[in-house]
C-alpha cells in the first residue's frame, strides 16, 4: 500500500509541475494526442476501406504527426522569449503560453477537419454543417494569429 500511494504522490507532482509549467497547454496536448490517434485510425481505415493501403504513407502519416510537436515547440519557444525579453525589460506579461497554445489549437483544428474528412471517405453520415463550423473556426484562429504577427511588426517598426 506504501509503494501505491508514492506513486500516486509521484504523479500528481508530475501533474502539479506539468500543469504549472504549460498552464492551459495541459489540457490542450492530451486533447491533441487523442485528436492525432483518432485522425490517424480513420484515415488508415478509410485507406483500407479503398485499396489503397501503404505503409510508407502510414509512416509518413506518423513523423508528419511528431513534427506536430516541433512546431508546438517553436510556438513555446517564441512564448518563453517574450515573457523573459517582457521581464528583462520590466513588462508583466500575465499569460504564461499564447503562441504554443494559438499553434495547438490550430494543428486540433486541422486534426479535426481531416477525421471529418476520413470519416466521409468510410461514408458515415455527418451533418452538413459540423465541417463548416470547424473550417471556420480555423479562419478565425488563423487570424487571430495574423493579427498578432501583425502587431509584433508594428511594434518593432514604431521603436
Known sequence: MEKVNTVKVIIA???AFLSAKL???YIVLPLLMVAM???YVSGMLAAKKEGKTNSKTGMWGIVKKLMYGVEIMVGMIVDWTILNVASSLGINIPVAT???LLVAIWI???ELI???ENLTRLEVPLPPFLLKVVANFKVVVEK???TLANQVKTDTKSE
Do not use: M, R
Request: charged share 10%; proline share 0%.
Open 13 to 15: 507532482s508530475i501533474g
Open 37 to 39: 490517434v483518432i485522425d
Open 98 to 100: 499564447f503562441f504554443g
Open 114 to 116: 481531416s477525421i471529418l
Open 144 to 146: 487571430s494569429g495574423d
Open 23 to 25: 498552464g492551459i497547454l
Open 108 to 110: 486540433i483544428i486541422n
